[in-house]
């Protein structure tokens, strides 16, 4: 089995913040939801609106990975910018919510390569028939996991359901007492704000004269996010070299990715997440670093890396 260590110095020099960095990185996702936007304001045209929908796309990704890294406490040098800008910035837009997704994540790198991890559920089945993928994708392009996901989170903000993001329902208890004790819960866990942010958005395109356009941040999230994210978790964990191993060199993958998939699935540096896993206090613009390291030292296995996204989708599925 694979081991690396770390020295100290090296350990403290990856786990540098920033917040000039992170600010960047924010400014990366919210420099595409305004272009995603101003393309279908400034020509109004089908293929305007399926590029906006792609970038609309690529950024409520972005924010997933800033919402993970502020959960992580890594992308701000400042602690309370990493709550708040992980809260208000990356997760309510896209109906999330950042301290539920921490107490949840943080269960995950606890108990990866073990039975008990809560994500395993998303990739233990791999590797599946190639009828069975496509039966999975079409749930998420048809809009079927997308719409269950609003509902869902909208059932977690309220305190009816535990957080999850899995797929599993289970109600939480003690449930809140009553209309006005699920009232309070929603308000108590900022999903007031969440739909605020919807309104916001419609409202800022509506002053422009097309508020309709929210239609096609509503699309992007529906029917484009839920792929991007079924197609990155499997990347992240299916069909690793052992899965039930504690050593994140096993049940992790690095995967190289091109242009295109760096933008829609793997914003932020997301597709290290072997090294991810390996360091997970280390901000994700120091994990190529991390990976040169690793790789150099040979001690990454092959099962473990993958050239492309493609490529990982042809090992998930059985031939």
């Known amino acids: 089995m694979s081991t690396y260590s770390l ?23 919210w420099t595409l939801v305004i272009a995603g936007f101003a393309i279908s304001l400034a020509w109004p045209h089908p293929l305007s609106y399926v590029l906006s ?3 609309l796309a690529s950024a409520m990704a972005g ?3 800033l919402q993970h890294e502020t959960a992580h406490r ?19 837009p896209i109906l999330q919510s950042m301290p539920s997704y921490r107490a949840y994540h943080m269960t995950h790198h606890r108990l990866a390569g073990t039975p008990d991890d809560p994500d395993r559920i998303m990739t233990e089945s791999y ?65 007031h704000i969440a739909i605020l942010w919807q309104f916001a958005i419609w409202g800022a395109l509506y002053a422009l004269g097309n508020g309709w356009l929210y239609g096609l941040w509503a699309i992007a999230f529906i029917f484009v996010l839920p792929t991007c994210m079924r197609i990155r978790q499997i990347a992240d964990h299916a069909v690793v070299a052992d899965p039930l191993s504690k050593n994140p060199l096993m049940h992790a993958r690095t995967t190289s990715a091109n242009w295109f998939e760096k933008l829609l699935f793997a914003p ?23 990976h040169a390291e690793l790789k150099a030292a040979g001690v990454i296995p092959e099962q473990n890396q993958a050239s492309s996204l493609l490529s990982v989708l042809r090992r998930a599925t059985t031939h």
């Open 7 to 29: 020295s100290p110095a090296r350990r403290a020099e990856l786990n540098q913040k920033s917040n000039w960095r992170g600010t960047l990185e924010v400014a990366k996702d």
């Open 53 to 55: 929908v792609f970038l």
């Open 63 to 65: 924010f997933a990975i």
């Open 74 to 92: 890594s992308l701000f040098a400042t602690p309370s910018l990493n709550e708040w800008i992980g809260e208000y910035l990356a997760a309510l």
């Open 127 to 191: 590797p599946v028939s190639p009828g069975s993928l496509k039966r999975k994708i079409w749930r998420d392009i048809s809009g079927q996991t997308g719409i269950k996901s609003i509902i869902g989170l909208m059932g977690m903000y309220a305190g009816y359901w535990k957080y999850e993001l899995t797929g599993k329902v289970e109600r939480l208890m003690p449930a809140p007492q009553g209309v006005s004790g699920y009232a309070k819960k929603f308000i108590g866990n900022n999903g």
């Open 268 to 290: 932020h540096y997301e597709h290290y997440h072997l090294e991810h896993h390996f360091m997970p206090t280390a901000p994700c613009w120091h994990l190529p670093k991390l």
